[in-house]
Each structure stands twice: as structure tokens, then as C-alpha cells.
Nanobody, 127 residues
Framework: QVQLVESGGGLVQAGGSLRLSCACS????????MGWFRQAPGKEREFVGG????????DYADSVKGRFTISRDNAKNTVYLQMNSLRPEDTAVYYC????????????????????WGQGTQVTVSS
């Protein structure tokens, strides 16, 4: 079984930074693409960033490109989201997700590509 636990959320002023962490159980972590999604009040869940299982390729939503960086440490079964230059519109619940096991080492950017989800961590950016 796979379990995901997010941490690192909180309250930050506009222009500040936060780093989210997601710990993943299981020895198959290195065979799964990982992603971050977010859901703001009144809006649908959206893709934020993703990383393939070897860690060599990433993809981001246009709204966060240049400000957010996703990375992973397969030895620690952990994925990170470094968020810089935060804006009030970044306020949302952020979810970590793990893809289905795959032999194709691609970045996944769609919710249906992911099999497991964390409970989410709240990020609030004040103006």
C-alpha cells in the first residue's frame, strides 16, 4: 500500500517562500511519477507541478513557472515543492500525488494519471 503525508504548509506574507514536503511509503517510490496539485476556495483542483521517477524532467503550470520548483529524493522517498515569490492567489490546499507504477519515465500532469493522494496541507498567502 502507498501512503502520502504532506507537511510544510502555513501562513506566509506575499513575496515570501515555503517548502512543502511529501513522504511516500513503499519501496516502489522510484517507479512512480510524483505531482503537486492545489485547490482554492470555489475552484476546481488544478495541476501545479510534476516530476518523473528518475527526477530528470519536470513540468509546471504556467501560473507558477519560474517561481516554484519540484524535486525528489528517492533515497528518502520524499518529494518537495519549493515555492518562492508567493502571491495571494497561491492560497489553496496543496495535495501530493503518486502515479500508477509505470515503465515509462514521463512527467504526469493530469489527475487521472495519479493513483494515490495525500490529505493536503493548507497554504495561505496574505497580501
Amino acid at each position: 500500500q502507498v501512503q502520502l503525508v504532506e507537511s510544510g504548509g502555513g501562513l506566509v506574507q506575499a513575496g515570501g517562500s515555503l517548502r512543502l514536503s511529501c513522504a511516500c511509503s513503499g519501496r516502489t517510490f522510484s517507479s512512480r511519477a510524483m505531482g503537486w496539485f492545489r485547490q482554492a476556495p470555489g475552484k476546481e483542483r488544478e495541476f501545479v507541478g510534476g516530476i518523473n521517477w528518475s527526477g530528470g524532467n519536470t513540468d509546471y503550470a504556467d501560473s507558477v513557472k519560474g517561481r516554484f520548483t519540484i524535486s525528489r529524493d528517492n533515497a528518502k522517498n520524499t518529494v518537495y515543492l519549493q515555492m518562492n515569490s508567493l502571491r495571494p492567489e497561491d492560497t489553496a490546499v496543496y495535495y501530493c500525488a503518486a502515479s500508477h507504477i509505470t515503465s515509462s519515465d514521463f512527467v504526469r500532469a493530469r489527475a487521472p494519471d495519479y493513483a494515490y493522494w495525500g490529505q493536503g496541507t493548507q497554504v495561505t498567502v496574505s497580501s
